[in-house]
Structure formats: structure tokens, C-alpha cells
């Protein structure tokens, strides 16, 4: 009888949470800006996982380099395994991977802000600079970092990457960042911002218009019930100092 591994569906799951970490991944930057930007009150433990796999390539593959294809695909998830030595086990692993995933994305919100605060973003975690010494005899530099610096390391490359193309959106109560475009002033992260900005900028203008009109269908309303000599009293409005006294 062949051996079976000890826990197939749990590679499997892995697998398919890989597979579509891998398509995420096509796009890095944005994936990442709506990592930043999501709303992690309530998901599900599916949601989590298909943030958590995304995070783990940013660590084991920092450069996006992995083509995606099935063969690939199947050496990736032991691959994974195998570097993950237990001194250097990712935070992503451990028992509590859904707050880990929100930790991870708290350093990422408060790190972007920062930077637009004028202030670094660090990851806080330390690198330590060593050597090894090769069979030939020559002497060569090694990092120890753990798992969390590497990601961070990628996450650095990402925005440095960005530069002057990532923002915060400028619609009030967005606060999104996202990535502008190659070429042009954006300042809101969809067209739903803009649109809501354009229409609270038409309202703010057109204010008292609006008011006209309203009030014109109200007295057209009470002259087609009661009849056109009707007079219609206009309240005046209660100012916020006179409705408490
Ligand atoms: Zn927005």
C-alpha cells in the first residue's frame, strides 16, 4: 500500500490558497494597497487564508519572479515547508494566523502614514549582518533576518517602487491608498470618490437652488389641494443658538 501524506486535504487547501496567492499576485502593488486599505473587522477564516499565502510569497519570493504553472506550483508549497525551519518560523504559520495577518496590517497602515507624516517607515525588526567562509577558502556575506524583515524587506521594494504614485485618497472618509496612474493628478482612488466629491461640490454650490426648488414643488403641492390664493407661510429657520434657549 502506497504511504499517504498525513494530511492530505490540508495540502490541498494549501495548494488552492497558494493558487490563488499566486494570481493576486499578478499585481503586487494593488494587491497590496487593498490589503492596507480592507476592512479586516469581520472574516471569515477562507478570507484570512487568502491574505496570509499572498504575504508569505512576499517573503519567499520578494521579487514576484514565480512563474505560475501547475509543475511550478507543486514544488512551491514543500519548498515553503522546508525553509520554514522552526527558529525562523513565520509569524504567518503560528497558531493565530488571523491576528498576525491584522498585526502585520496595523505596521502597514501606521508605516504609510508615516511616511506621508514625513517620518520613516521601519519595520522594526532587526537584520543581522554575518560572513561565511565557502569550500574555496573565499569569505562571504550572510543576513540573518527573520521572516517578518524579509517581509517588510519586499514590501520597502514595493514603495520604493511607487514613489511619487502612491496616495491617500483625498475624498473625505476614504482614506484609501491606492496607486496613481503613470500620468495625470489623481487624487481619488475610484471614480466612486470622485463622483462623491463632484456631487457634494455641486450641492455646496447649487445650495440654494436646491432649496428654490423644493420649495416651489412644496407650494405647487398645497396650491393643487387647497387652490392657487392660498398664502403660504414661510417658517423661518431655527438657528442652532435659538433652539436652545
Ligand atoms: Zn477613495
Known amino acids: 500500500m502506497k504511504k499517504r501524506s498525513k494530511n492530505p486535504t490540508r ?12 494570481v493576486a499576485m499578478r ?51 514543500p519548498a515553503i515547508y522546508e525553509q520554514e525551519q522552526p527558529s525562523r518560523r513565520s509569524p504567518l504559520h503560528g497558531p493565530s494566523p488571523e491576528s498576525e495577518v491584522r498585526r502585520i496590517q496595523n505596521l502597514l497602515r501606521e508605516g504609510m502614514a ?13 537584520v543581522h549582518p554575518g560572513v ?4 574555496d577558502g573565499s569569505i562571504v556575506p550572510v543576513t540573518l533576518e527573520s521572516e517578518e524583515a524579509r517581509l517588510f524587506g519586499s514590501i520597502f521594494q514595493i514603495l520604493m517602487g511607487l514613489g511619487p504614485r502612491l496616495r491617500v485618497c483625498n475624498a473625505p472618509g476614504c482614506g484609501r491608498f491606492f496607486a496613481a496612474n503613470r500620468r495625470g493628478q489623481q487624487l481619488y482612488c475610484r471614480s466612486a470618490c470622485a463622483q462623491r466629491v463632484r456631487s457634494a461640490r455641486f ?25 392657487s390664493r392660498v398664502r403660504i407661510q414661510r417658517h423661518p429657520r431655527k438657528s442652532p443658538a435659538s433652539r436652545t434657549r
Do not use: C, M
Open 11 to 22: 495540502s490541498r487547501t494549501d495548494q488552492l490558497a497558494l493558487a490563488r496567492a499566486l
Open 27 to 77: 499585481d503586487r502593488v494593488k494587491w497590496l494597497l487593498d490589503f492596507a486599505s480592507r476592512d479586516l473587522s469581520s472574516v471569515t477564516e477562507e478570507e484570512i487564508d487568502a491574505i496570509r499565502w499572498p504575504l508569505l510569497t512576499f517573503i519567499y519570493w520578494p521579487n514576484g519572479e514565480l512563474e505560475e504553472s501547475a509543475s511550478e506550483l507543486r514544488a512551491v508549497v
Open 114 to 126: 508615516a511616511l506621508f507624516r514625513g517620518r520613516a517607515f521601519l519595520s522594526g525588526k532587526k
Open 132 to 135: 561565511r567562509r565557502n569550500r
Open 203 to 227: 450641492y455646496a454650490a447649487h445650495h440654494d437652488d436646491v432649496r428654490a426648488h423644493s420649495r416651489a414643488r412644496y407650494e405647487g403641492r398645497v396650491r393643487r389641494q387647497l387652490g
